[in-house]
């Protein structure tokens, strides 16, 4: 076979140098697409590390405002905040205290960063219930109804706080309209709605129960949280969610689920977001620990690989060294 008969198309000219390949990247990474997922206990003096989360804290008021300065510093979108109260009951009454720890840490965190950097809210309950479960029982079950309504008192008190997203990840059913509805009743008409659509039942949240001290007692989330089988359903989450109100959507956990960000972004042109949940960090950095992975380029790959898919925001532990490697 003669020269001549190479085809025309040789792909490799645009990869031949650093510049090249810069100039026409298709899909870019900055720290402003990042957000940073931040833990808030109460009643510690001192942060207190995560043992299957390397390099993540449970935080003191101090040290999360530290940090979320740092974080705002290197130019990261923003934080989002997973307070630990220290008092727990069967239906997570601190979850709408207006002076619990989590609306404290949302005061300070605003008052540091102001027009600075987002101050997301997640709102859950099983960080607040004694059960560890995402709601209010009946039985050992979820109970939906009352459990939306509880969620609603939540966001009011999350939005007074100065919350700039409300963030509900309790994969209820009417859940987003629940809160929409209570905070136009309260005032609260032009606090947004980043709704966690597409929440999958996964072992990947496994560290996060730990940092989040939220793990449920019996049973598992599996009544509420979507099959790791489906994607079909995760985009009628996503419909169902817009219908209710919702001004973004996330997908979670992210890398397992590329698939799923990709389509709900085509099914719908909202802002999607991704969570590049505990898992898949503590797994990334306990091969990197090893020497198995090179945790700079694993973790730009892996990044670079959710904006791809289509994820205009991705929630990562990373975010902090990336923002630094990113500058
Ligand atoms: C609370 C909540 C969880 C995560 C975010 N919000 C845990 C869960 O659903 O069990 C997981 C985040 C992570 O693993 O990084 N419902």
Redo the contacts with the bound molecule.
Sequence with gaps: MGMSSFPSERLRRLRGSGALRRAFAETSLAPSDLIA?LFLKEGITEPAPIASMPNQFQHTIESLVKEARALASKGVAGVIL?GVPSHKDDVGSEAWNPEGITQRGIRALKDELGDEALVIA?L?L??YTDHGH?GILKGEAVDNDPTIEAYGRIAVSLAGAGADLIAP??MMDGQVGAIRSALDSAGHEMAPILA?SA?FA?V??????E??E???RFGD?RSY?ADPANIEEAVREALADIEEGADALMV??AIGYLDVVRVVKEATGYPVAA?N???E?SMLMAAAEKGYLDERAATIEVLTSIRRAGADLVLT?HASKAAEWLA
Excluded: L, M, N
């Design positions: 997922p997973f997640d859950c099983c960080e995402c990840s309790g966690y929440k996964s990947f949240y496994g560290p996060f129960r940092a989040a939220g793990a449920p989330r949280q979670k956990p969570y949940v505990s898992g960090y532990y």
